[in-house]
């Protein structure tokens, strides 16, 4: 589409700019959203103080998308026990399911906001945490446009077209001849996703985690300055 636009203003001025800018995409959230997060995190038993992942099992237009449950699962419990981490698993209504089906299947309770929250309210929850594991969803992007340290799982979707653009957004992906073959169900056995371990996932999210708290030691950042006020609170 930068391309469209850049070669429209050849046509009409002799030269064009767009194609020699880099796009930003990013956004912030209001005083008042943090706010509302913060109030909502705390309703929720949230108190700060520990490593704050949220985590977006589903994914609305397509189940090929979704690491299965099982792993998500694992992964959640794993990430309590070896990062002491609160859980947070996010989505819309129509995710409320998968998140239930995880949740059934962990050793420990995370904290359930699927389907509690308006779109803009997820904006505000996502500001606040320090790490986003997702599948290739919208939440994925919001992370990335605020700058927050996501992990994104891709299998038989296109990570050219549809990545993040930011710096702190990683694509976890072990592509199969078959993929990205963009359908909406696997008509086989889903290699794509299954070969992501939950220990692999668990690396990642370690060190962006110690990545967080190394640059948090040198500099406090707005999000540092919310959490903390969620932990005095």
């Known amino acids: 589409y930068l391309n469209i636009v850049n070669e429209l203003e050849e046509a009409l001025g002799g030269q064009g700019q767009i194609a020699g800018e880099s796009p930003d995409g990013s956004f912030h959230i209001s005083d008042s959203r943090h706010a509302e997060a913060l109030k909502l ?19 609305i237009n397509s189940r090929a998308k979704r690491w299965p449950p099982d792993r998500f699962a694992l992964l959640a419990d794993m990430l309590m026990d070896e990062l002491s981490a609160d859980i947070l698993l996010i989505g819309s209504p129509e995710e409320l399911k998968v998140s239930r089906e995880i949740t059934t299947l962990m050793r420990h309770t995370p904290v359930v906001l699927t389907g509690k929250t308006s779109l803009a309210q997820l904006a505000g929850i996502i500001s606040l945490v320090d790490l ?17 340290p996501t992990l994104v799982i891709f299998g038989p979707t296109n990570p050219l077209t549809t990545s993040p653009f930011s710096r702190a957004a990683e694509i976890v992906r072990h592509p199969p001849d078959c993929a990205p073959c963009m359908l909406r169900d696997c008509p086989i056995d889903h290699r794509c996703m299954t070969a992501i371990s939950p220990q692999e996932i668990l690396n990642r999210a370690r060190f962006w985690i110690e990545k967080e708290t190394l640059e948090g030691e040198t500099k406090t950042s707005p999000n540092e300055m919310k959490v903390s006020q969620l932990s005095r609170s």
């Open 41 to 59: 995190l705390r309703a929720e038993g949230v108190v700060g103080g520990r490593p704050l992942i949220a985590v977006c099992p589903g994914s």
């Open 132 to 148: 986003l594991i997702t599948n290739d969803t919208g939440p994925a992007h919001i992370a990335a446009a605020m700058g927050r």
